[in-house]
């Protein structure tokens, strides 16, 4: 260990020697940055409006890290993570292919069968599936596929559609935000491909489109061929982990790829994901070479960072199924307990099946401050509406600390 870094074994962390042990906080030398650090470590608790889990267990990560003086070396995971070929020295691919292959095994790819790479978000995931469906199909057709999303699904869907030349059809979702299967239908364009993606679950009413339902349209127009994508976010994160777990199947569902986040349900501690999909998909992409990278270069970032898929590889080992098990158990108790609590009061609030996700009216612009709540507008709810995403850190007092305050 270098000298400019101490044990502090009182405080259980390997820090900067500046830093001191107790409550006090490392000063920077800056003092608008320590009030910033300030502030984030007081609201953190608090910000329950969006679907982040602030319960982070990547202490001794970091601890190891430093340790071992990474933080001064450029990681880079550049090209395919499961290529053979010499690339990029200083990369984790071997770390990313494991994460690849245990997120795989859990929406039921086979291990010979699966792909993907770690990505920076989950509109980045999204992405590359829409990408790689769009290739997919071209390829396979000679014609560019009609683009098929729920309009309460993510905005970036639409933006990415945007981004990428497609025609949009944006499909009605019903009241409680899932994607109806009649309006897909009267929507379908018979001649042409069709890339659609599947919303696990919308934005802010927290819904789940019903795959099975959604693939019986197409199932009619066999003429269509399809590449279905699922824009997994928070909800594919956690509902492997509890009874529900079949809705996520891709042996029961037929998808072709999924987008998953990582600082949502599984605790990173900055913007990351997952992409999954097939060998079989990735090859039928158009040619990319390379010379002076690891053979063909198909998906879309040239960099990834090493980093987020050593953090997946830590967190996996470290935190691990059993533990977040219990969590998604929890958080879709406390879901239920944040609804009857509300109830309780007479305050309208909204619920969908399999959801953490509970909307309700809006209350004062103080509370939206201070619980950092999002917020929308809704004539089917009565107009102005906020939500609480219950993750892991939203625990049953801090319920009744809300509910308290909305009374007050």
Partial sequence: MKKNYVSMMGCGLLLIAMTACGNKAAQSGYPELDQWAQHVNDVKVRTIGYPCNMNIELERFYQWYTANELEKIMLNNVGDPFSESDGFSTNSCKFEREVIEWFGALYGFDKSEVWGIVTNSGTDGNSNGMYFGTNYLKNKTGKLPVFYVSDEAHYSNARLADVMHLELRLIKSDRMGRMIPEELEKNLDTKRP???????????????????????????????????????????????????RELIDKNKHNYQSMAISGHKFFGMDEPAGVLITSKDVYAAQSQFKIAYLNEDMKMISCSRSATDALKFWWLIK?????????????????????????????????????????????????????????????????????????????????????????QQ
């Fill in 318 to 406: 470290n935190v691990g199924e059993e533990r977040w098990c219990q969590d998604a158990t929890l958080m879709l108790e406390n879901t239920q307990y944040l609804k009857a609590k509300l109830d309780e009061i007479g305050w309208p609030a909204w619920v969908n099946e399999y959801s953490n996700t509970v909307f309700f009216r809006r209350p004062s612009d103080e509370m939206v401050k201070k619980y950092s709540l999002a917020n929308n507008y809704d004539e089917q709810f009565g107009g102005a509406i906020s939500h609480i995403v219950v993750m892991q850190h939203v625990t049953k007092e801090l319920i009744d600390q809300f509910v308290r305050d909305i």
């Fill in 194 to 244: 069709a890339l659609v993606v599947y919303a696990f679950g919308s934005t802010f009413r927290g819904a789940i489109d019903n795959i099975d339902s959604l693939n019986a349209v197409f199932a009619r127009h066999p003429e269509v061929e399809v590449y279905r994508h699922v824009d997994g976010a928070l909800f594919a994160g956690y509902l492997p982990f509890t009874q529900y």
